[in-house]
């Protein structure tokens, strides 16, 4: 059973950073992707970044290309998500996923059916 613990959320001026982390337990080798998502309020789950642990090969959403990026320690089983130049729509609880594959034309990437952590919260002021 595949555990996800996300932290580091919190509040910040537009233009500042935040990095998020999210420790993974339980048995996850068979999870070869990760994935952050992100959810503001009255709008869909979307796509933030993900990575294949194996590589590091990473995926962005245009809205966050140049300023996120996505990053996996596999000696801590931890993934995270650095956040720059952070603007108002940036604001929304951060989820990190864990599945075996990867569709990115897919509209939660085909994580749907993977594991998810709890959610991290992200509030940027103008």
């Known amino acids: 059973q595949v555990q996800l613990v996300e932290s580091g959320g919190g509040s910040v001026q537009a233009g500042g950073s935040l990095r998020l982390s999210c420790a993974a337990s339980?048995?996850?080798?068979?999870?070869?992707?990760r994935a952050w998502f992100r959810q503001a309020p009255g709008k869909e789950r979307e796509g933030v970044a993900a990575?294949?642990?194996?590589?590091?090969?990473?995926w962005y959403a245009d809205s966050v290309k140049g300023r996120f990026t996505i990053s996996h320690d596999n000696g801590k089983n931890t993934l995270y998500l650095q956040m720059n130049s952070l603007k108002p729509e940036d604001a929304a609880m951060y989820y990190c996923?864990?599945?075996?594959?990867?569709?990115?034309?897919?509209?939660?990437?085909?994580?749907?059916?993977?594991?998810w952590g709890q959610g991290t919260q992200v509030t940027v002021s103008s």
């Open positions: 339980g048995y996850t080798y068979s999870s070869a992707y």
């Open positions: 996923a864990a599945a075996g594959e990867l569709r990115v034309g897919d509209p939660l990437w085909g994580f749907r059916s993977g594991v």
């Open positions: 990575i294949q642990t194996s590589d590091g090969s990473a």
